[in-house]
């Protein structure tokens, strides 16, 4: 069969060389050792919290060795398609602060020279060379029906291979003059790459995160280009991988089974084979109805909410918490890294694909606040009143409205035990904002006026009475502490906590107690950051008017 015959009258329209894209795109100028990895997902649904976990891991591989990273959209299955399904990608990157070198930036645009970075608009390039395969002998094109496809699955039942190869691969020996004819005849065909695997030989490659792998060579005919012409996956992703000059395939391990064959068909295509790292995929623990521990399953975009990124926004966990928490599951020596370099962007931690783990991270949301408490415990008061203002703006205008109402006082709020050497780490998610400082505001604080057990009633009376007489709001720290210990002995408490460890029962109760009661009285809780900075924020009359109200509730 003369090839180069058949190819022409295959592709007639391509015109093109696979030398004119070498040319195009040409290898990059990169310093020694830079990597090129990418993102690419199909713009089939939302983001998943996987995919962002796979770019978040790539974006750091080039990042760390002065390389790029890109994002490509492989968009060849037209029917899982989804509207707006591209610009949700990139916006939940943007958001996750994973920066895009290249590649798409919008539903429309592309930066970088190895655009076009949406396959669909790639479809000459595959085409090109789709027919220097079947110059070369390589590939060929397949006129079987569905109905043919379907005998060939039914007659394979209890074959251990199954699909499109050796004598099931009628169309491997069609001449030239029936190809020319079916042409003819208008009947739709597939192009098929002839493979010459064979199922005794073994591939051997090592995978940056799972190590050396050995697998059987691929023996099946895998289509490369559909009936309408557009490439399958395997296809497009080796072309492209290879013209985009991708070092490092840093994808999930869903696609180990097929590395097989983009081996084989970057070798065919006469490309370099690129270095693959295979995420395991983010896993949950599966609990009974007792709350135990039942197994380990992949987070499901059907059962659990946190497998979308939008989530994350939703309830509010900052960016930076996710992709904080995101690194402890990367690299387990993340967490030492961090409790030695508290103060460091997660950004210079120094990632390393070869300490992924090989099987699948769990996911923990219990973590999850952990991390973000202690990632919002280091922001400023300025950063958290602007992430709570963009969050209630989106999710509670009520709050936004009171947030807004006034921006200084705000402000102060979210300044308490803020800064600092030891910040209050209490916050994980902005939807707990509103709960958290509720009793600044008169519109959402509310008080039960409830007292701990070991308080009578009558003695908090007391206490508040008293305290009412000497609090001024104009005292410093010292001032107003000395005032709550000077209440303790006249009323039968002890300012000294160690004396009443000593004696609990020669005393009511210590300077906590008393103060746990002024506590209550002007904020409805036990428990709340610095007391005297929250009564001074709150001012005077409102700190007496609150005062006042709990001695007549209790009365
Ligand atoms: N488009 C493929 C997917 O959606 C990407 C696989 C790869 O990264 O090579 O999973």
């Not at 030398?19 to 040409?26: A, S």
Request: charged residues 30%; glycine residues 6%; aromatic residues 12%.
């Amino acid at each position: 069969m003369d090839n180069k015959k058949l190819a022409q009258l295959l592709f007639p329209e391509v015109t093109k060389t696979p030398e004119y894209y070498e040319k195009l795109y040409p290898e990059r100028n990169l310093p020694e050792g830079a990597r090129v990895t990418r993102f690419a997902p199909s713009p089939t649904g939302y983001l998943h919290i996987g995919g962002l976990f796979a770019s978040l891991v790539a974006a750091l591989t080039a990042k760390k060795s002065g390389g790029v990273f890109y994002l490509r959209i492989e968009d060849t299955d037209k029917k899982r398609e989804v509207k707006g399904g591209i610009q949700g990608i990139i916006d939940g990157l943007n958001y996750f602060g994973i920066e895009i070198d290249e590649g798409r930036i919008s539903e429309t645009e592309d930066r970088g020279d190895y655009a076009p970075y949406r396959q669909s608009e790639r479809k000459e390039i595959y085409q090109c060379f789709a027919k220097m395969l079947v110059e070369q002998g390589m590939a060929y094109a397949c006129f079987c029906t569905e109905e043919e496809l379907e005998q060939i699955r039914a007659a394979q039942a209890n074959e251990p291979i199954k699909g499109y190869y050796g004598k099931y691969a009628k169309s491997r020996n069609l001449t030239y003059e029936e190809i020319e004819q079916n042409l003819k005849l208008g009947k739709p065909w597939t192009l098929r790459f002839k493979s010459e695997g064979d199922i005794e030989r073994k591939i051997i490659f090592t995978d940056f995160i799972k190590g050396k792998i050995e697998m059987s060579e691929n023996v099946l005919d895998v289509v490369l280009l559909k009936q309408d012409g557009i490439p399958t996956y395997h296809f497009a992703h080796c072309v492209d991988d290879h013209l985009m000059r991708t070092t490092h395939i840093v994808r999930g391990d869903e696609w180990i089974a097929s590395v097989p064959v983009h081996i084989q068909l970057f070798k065919a295509c006469g490309f370099k084979v690129p270095k693959y790292a295979h995420i395991a995929p983010i896993m949950k623990e599966e609990k009974n109805e007792q709350g135990e521990v039942t197994g380990k399953r992949k987070l499901s975009k059907r059962k659990d909410p946190e497998a979308a990124v939008s989530y994350y926004a939703e309830v509010g966990f900052p960016a930076e918490s996710v992709t904080e928490y995101l690194l402890t599951l990367a690299n387990s020596n993340f967490e030492d890294w961090r409790r030695a370099n508290p103060d460091l962007p997660a950004a210079d931690f120094p990632f390393n694909l070869k300490k992924m783990s090989a099987s699948g991270a769990l996911f923990d949301l219990v973590k999850l606040n952990d991390v973000s408490k202690n990632v919002i415990s280091k922001f400023s008061a300025e950063k958290v009143y602007n992430n709570v203002l963009e969050w209630a703006s989106e999710n509670d205008a009520h709050f936004a409205e009171l947030l807004k109402r006034d921006k200084a006082f705000a402000k102060e709020m979210f300044a308490i035990d803020r800064g600092g050497k030891k910040p209050r780490k209490d916050i994980a998610k902005w939807s707990e904002v509103k709960d958290y400082y509720s009793y600044f505001f008169k519109e959402t604080y509310e008080n039960d006026y409830a007292l701990p057990e070991n308080i009578a009633a009558e003695d908090a009376v007391k206490i508040l009475e008293e305290y009412g007489k000497v609090y001024s709001a104009d005292d410093d720290k010292d001032a107003w502490f000395s005032k709550i210990k000077a209440l303790c002995e006249p009323l039968g408490f002890t300012p000294n906590v160690k004396e009443y460890k000593k004696n609990p029962d020669s005393f009511k109760g210590h300077v906590g107690d008393v103060s746990t009661v002024i506590r209550i009285a002007v904020t409805g809780r036990r428990n709340t950051p610095d007391l005297y900075a929250i009564m001074r924020l709150l001012g005077e009359k409102e700190v007496l008017s609150r005062l006042k109200t709990m001695i007549e509730k209790l009365a």
